[in-house]
């Protein structure tokens, strides 16, 4: 159980398109959704929290106006880069909690974007 | 505020040695502790956890001992695998819905 996909895994786009990528509890209800960026041989850097039906709330120095997070269920959220540039490309994973809470966050494969 | 300070890599191993990677913390109240592995291209993977003081976690011959006095989660195996060539991150989480606070990760290369 606990088991969380992303899609797409892998998206080229052209500079200035904007690109969606959705994360999906797939077998419990997430309260709790988190979305991080991996630079390459580094930590994650969480970039924003989301609680479905609210607003997300973002780390310091990330733009929400660039990174939109919508929470529309206890199933899914989904992140979209807007307006994406080549300094962009990143490695975006995203995880979720339990309902029930318990400290324990289960992690997506990861999405990896690449902007031309 | 939290953190989590763990050895920097990379870490060569040859296959069936002794692996031993270092995570210390800094955290009010009592987090629980965790090890995620990341295999290249993939995202990350629950390895073990622990709860409270003394806690051992322990799974696919990985163990790690919460140690509140040291306020250390240092992750150990007695025989490395080539399989487990991978990034290790150690993670803690204070009480409630919080985001993970991560180590910068250390990345194991084992050898045949």
């Known amino acids: 159980g606990a088991v969380v996909s992303q899609h797409p895994s892998r998206v080229i786009c052209k500079s200035g398109t904007s690109v969606k990528i959705e994360c999906r509890s797939l077998?419990?209800?997430?309260?709790?959704m988190f979305w991080y960026r991996q630079f390459p041989k580094q930590s994650l850097m969480l970039m924003a929290t989301?609680?479905?039906?609210?607003?997300?709330?973002?780390e310091q120095g990330v733009e929400k106006d660039k990174f939109l997070i919508n929470h529309a269920s206890l199933t899914l959220s989904t992140l979209t880069v807007t307006s994406a540039h080549p300094e962009d490309s990143s490695f975006y994973i995203c995880?979720?909690?339990?309902?029930?809470?318990?400290?324990?966050?289960?992690f997506g494969p990861g999405t990896r974007l690449t902007v031309t | 505020g939290n953190s989590v300070t763990q050895m920097e890599g990379p870490v060569t191993l040859s296959e069936e040695a002794f692996l031993t990677i270092n995570c210390t913390y800094t955290?009010?109240?009592?987090?629980?502790l965790f090890w995620y592995v990341q295999y290249p291209g993939e995202g990350l993977q629950l390895l073990l956890k622990?709860?409270?003081?003394?806690d051992k976690g322990s799974n696919k011959g990985f163990e790690a001992t919460y140690r509140k006095e040291t306020t250390s989660f240092h992750l150990e195996k007695g025989s490395v695998q080539v399989s487990d060539s991978a990034v290790y991150f150690c993670?803690?989480?204070?009480?409630?819905?919080?985001?993970?606070?991560f180590g910068k990760g250390t990345r194991l290369s084992v050898i045949a």
């Open positions: 955290a009010t109240g009592y987090p629980s």
């Open positions: 622990a709860t409270k003081a003394d």
């Open positions: 077998d419990f209800q997430a309260t709790t």
């Open positions: 989301s609680n479905e039906g609210s607003k997300a709330t973002y």
């Open positions: 995880s979720a909690s339990l309902l029930a809470g318990g400290g324990e966050q289960y």
């Open positions: 993670a803690l989480r204070s009480l409630g819905n919080t985001p993970l606070v």
